[in-house]
């Protein structure tokens, strides 16, 4: 029997670590004793393992995924014996092995050979052990998951398109269909008990030619329109809805009417559908329309930007949201949008081991002042025209003017207006020549306020700027 250890980083995640999940079950079959844990555990690196498996995610957890590894360098005979997993792992292979020799387990685990076992290319699709992130049965664990109440499954791997700013296409390189979402479901309720949801992790489910074999199957399993899921509590049963989530998003490209008139017939929500170019504005306000026509009520939208995207065109993405809600509206539907900005991020070169990538049309200050937006209405941009109209700004114009505020002013908005310093602020700018104020927005869009003595003698520039030093 051997000492198995399996540890996620300490970065906050909603999904739990399927790999590991699945490396648990694989080991236990072998009868080893497996313990997972999230983060550093110094108890744990007291201990000598004969493996060490850890997964990684986001290029930019960087920091904290490396202090992790090298955390655990010495609970092992040799480094080797760690083994590094995930979608960091696939993309930044030779820089990990640059900083500690580990062995790295590049994309799947589909493939003969990848942990060094002959029957290991079985793994990816063995049944993920929950228990591990159950924390009435793993005492060890002290995260918790927000998918907890969940069926996690996929009905594909892969996708068929190159987006480049998607890691899938390296990760899961071929698009393979046909696995069974019921019987991922029926043996996850065996083993593990029954869950409320369905969380799909299809990276592009729409272009599986099965997809109305894969909805009667979600349907068969207890996830129609209107489904409830039955709790038992004191002798009383309780109906809830549950709700099936395609988390990845719908490519509106695929979208057909036959294929909303599918999805309609499931309990669906949110239905997420992305709108990462301004070039699929036609395309994404009829799929949109057409999910409104079909009763869907929650819609909810990522918006990336920070890519090859401008601030205008961000904000007109945003824009085309709030009107499509209130055309909605109009027309009685009881459809709602809500949408989720993403900051690009690249997945390789330089600036992939952190979140400080600048796209070619943005600078540190806008990307902040979104930020700060942001943190004012909890990262989520609701149907309300109004409340968009406060925190964006009523056109372009003006939102490119909040994203050059002050960070307090951005975050505290109607304190700024009501005690009237919002009006001090713009009568002071307004007083400066054309140079000063040319100068004073060079400052500003560096967004670097800590030694402004250092870069201007100017007093009246100098006092508009000691305002953004205020955190
Ligand atoms: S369609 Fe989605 S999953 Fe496929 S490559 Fe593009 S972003 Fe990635």
Not at 101 to 106: C, G, H, M, Q, R
Not at 321 to 340: A, Q
Request: net charge positive.
């Amino acid at each position: 029997m051997k000492n198995i250890l399996l540890i996620e980083p300490d970065y906050k995640n909603k999904y739990p670590p399927l790999g590991l999940m699945k490396i648990c079950t694989y080991h236990k079959q072998k009868g080893d004793n497996v313990v997972f844990y999230k983060g550093c555990s110094a108890e744990l690196k007291k201990q000598l393992w004969d493996r060490i498996y850890i997964s990684t995610l986001f290029t930019f957890y960087w920091d904290k995924t490396i202090k992790t590894i090298k955390f655990y360098s010495e609970s092992v005979k040799h480094t080797s014996n760690i083994f590094v997993g995930g979608v960091m792992a696939t993309l930044m292979k030779s820089k990990i092995q640059d900083e500690i020799n580990v062995t790295i387990v590049e994309g799947l685990l589909n493939e003969k050979g990848k942990l060094g076992y002959k029957d290991d290319d079985k793994i990816d699709c063995i049944l993920p052990d929950h228990s591990i992130i159950d924390s009435k049965f793993n005492h060890l664990l002290e995260y918790s998951y927000p998918t907890n109440d969940s069926y996690i499954a996929y009905a594909t791997r892969g996708c068929i398109r190159k987006c480049k700013f998607c890691a899938v296409p390296i990760i899961e390189p071929i698009f393979t269909n046909s696995i069974s979402i019921a019987k991922q479901v029926k043996a996850i309720k065996d083993n593990f008990g029954g869950k409320r949801h369905l969380l799909l992790l299809d990276n592009n489910i729409l272009a599986s030619e099965e997809f109305p074999k894969i909805i009667d199957e979600i349907k068969s399993i207890g996830f129609e329109r209107g489904a409830k899921y039955i709790l038992n509590t004191n002798g009383k049963k309780v109906y809830l809805n549950r709700y099936v989530d395609f988390n990845q998003g719908i490519d509106a490209r695929l979208l057909t009417k036959e294929k909303m008139r599918l999805l309609s017939e499931i309990a669906i929500k949110p239905l997420r559908i992305a709108f990462d170019d301004i070039k699929y504005k036609y395309i994404y306000i009829e799929k949109v329309k057409l999910a409104a026509e079909h009763g869907i009520k929650t819609l909810s939208n990522y918006v990336l930007f920070n890519f090859k995207d401008t601030p205008e065109d961000f904000y007109e993405r945003l824009k085309i949201n709030v009107e499509l809600n209130e055309e909605f509206e109009r027309k009685g539907y009881k459809s709602k949008i809500w949408s989720f900005p993403m900051k690009y991020s690249p997945i390789g070169g330089e600036f992939c081991k952190n979140r400080k990538y600048i796209g070619e049309h943005w600078n540190k200050k806008y990307l902040r002042g979104v930020q700060c937006i942001l943190l004012a209405t909890h990262g989520v941009v609701g149907p309300q025209k109004q409340f968009f109209g406060k925190a964006f700004g009523k056109d372009v114009k003006e939102f490119l003017k909040i994203l050059t505020l002050p960070e307090n002013f951005i975050i505290y908005r109607n304190s700024h207006l009501n005690n009237g310093d919002r009006n001090k602020l713009d009568a002071t700018v307004n007083s400066l020549n054309k140079e000063q104020k040319n100068s004073l927005m060079k400052m500003i869009l560096a967004n670097d306020f800590n030694n402004i003595e250092t870069q201007t003698n100017d007093k009246y520039i100098l006092d508009i700027l000691k305002l953004y030093k205020v955190k």
